[in-house]
């Protein structure tokens, strides 16, 4: 009946993507009907196999030789078998939250570009005429809009970090997000931030024109008042509002939080290093005998193709070195064992020069090896 207070025993298993398992023990939970609970959930560390018979190239260690067999055997099958490797799953989500840190990184830089660009502009003698009013308009939404995208990148970092974690615990993270983050009240502010801006309005960065014996400064500042629009601040977002009566200045805030987050993320990296470096490391092996052949394959073609056909190499080097590099290999002599061995230092990706490829190299730049 509901109301009356029942002794359950609730013990259940959950399986989750990646044969990640949680354990929720509820056996010693005494709860009514409907009541909201706090429980204790309990992830169990991911077990990386790497002796899987399941493999389609087998149980780990491969050979170079073996992969090389496989390769010719069948190339695409190989390159998808080679993604079987447990560190491709880590290494695809380690690289997934470093594309994250850049987004974030990326907009904070955007948002900081255009608050200078307003304060330069501002300066000029005609700015605030009315013909220039467009203009004070498109620098204001062009700061507001990075501001947004910072807010949201700073929150999707946030989350990229917590899935990656939930399927390869790193240790003390939780106690090192809980140190920088979840007591920070910065942190909490700039995550009440983005649910503000998402639910409530968009925030705007009003501004702010100082004279003092400093000279002119221009301040970009969140109001106060306005945030306190919104009721969904948490106790210790709502006590970082309460220190800025006049308003919280959005470079100061964001230079300093930018800062704050990359050096967690430093320790992060090194954590992850630490913990899953080795099973990357031979994953990124293992991938590199594939590149490395099939560029070898690639650039082998290509250097026949020149000798069958006489052609000119020296007219196809912007298809494949950069203005300044071609620069650098033009001030060696033509056709020279010193040139060539310069391109290919530039070019040779994933160990993908053998010395047959060399050869061949030296032989579409006619170079005289006697």
């Known amino acids: 009946m509901a109301g009356n207070k029942t002794k359950s025993i609730y013990r259940k298993k959950i399986m989750v993507p990646d044969d990640k398992v949680i354990h929720i023990d509820l056996s010693d939970k005494e709860v009514t009907v409907g009541q909201e609970i706090d429980v204790t959930v309990k992830v ?10 399941d493999y389609k190239l087998g149980p780990l260690p491969w050979s170079k030789e073996f992969i090389e067999k496989e390769y010719w055997r069948d190339m695409k099958g190989t390159k998808e078998a080679i993604n079987e490797h447990p560190g491709y799953f880590i290494n695809r989500e380690i690289e997934a939250t470093e594309l994250s840190l850049d987004f974030f990184l990326s907009a904070v830089s955007e948002l900081m570009s255009s608050i200078d660009g307003f304060k330069k502009r501002s300066a000029e003698a005609n700015f605030w005429t009315r013909p220039k009013r467009h203009l004070e308009m498109q ?14 990148s700073a929150m999707a ?6 899935v990656l974690t939930l399927k390869y615990p790193v240790p003390a993270y939780d106690e090192r997000v809980e140190q920088c983050f979840d007591r920070n009240e910065e942190h909490q502010f700039v995550q009440g931030l983005r649910n503000y801006m998402a639910h409530v309005r968009i925030a705007e960065s009003n501004w702010q024109t100082i004279w003092d014996e400093k000279g ?3 301040n970009f500042l969140l109001r106060q008042k306005e945030l306190f629009e919104g009721d969904k601040w948490n106790s210790l977002a709502k ?8 308003g919280i200045d959005v470079e100061t805030l964001l ?11 430093f320790w992060f990296h090194e ?4 913990e899953y470096g080795d099973i990357v490391d031979e994953y990124k092996r293992y991938r590199n005998v594939v590149d490395g052949i099939s560029a070898n394959t690639v650039y082998s073609l290509l250097l026949q193709q020149v000798i069958t056909q006489k052609l000119d190499p020296y007219m196809y080097l912007d298809k494949y070195l950069s203005p300044d590099e071609i620069e650098t290999v033009l001030a060696l002599p ?4 010193e040139q060539v061995d310069n391109i290919i230092a530039l070019l040779e990706e994933c160990n993908s020069c053998d010395d047959s490829l060399r050869q061949l190299a030296y032989r579409a730049f006619k170079v005289d090896q006697e």
């Open 44 to 53: 169990l560390p991911l077990k990386i196999e790497t002796t899987s018979p």
């Open 139 to 152: 620098l204001m939404f062009a700061i507001n809009k990075a501001l947004f995208s910072v807010t949201i």
């Open 157 to 162: 970092l946030v989350d990229r970090c917590r």
């Open 216 to 218: 002119r400064r221009v």
């Open 239 to 246: 006590s970082f509002i309460e220190k800025y009566p006049d």
């Open 255 to 265: 230079g300093h939080y930018r800062d704050h987050v990359a050096e967690f993320h």
């Open 271 to 274: 954590a992850l290093r630490n």
């Open 334 to 337: 033509n056709n020279s064992k």
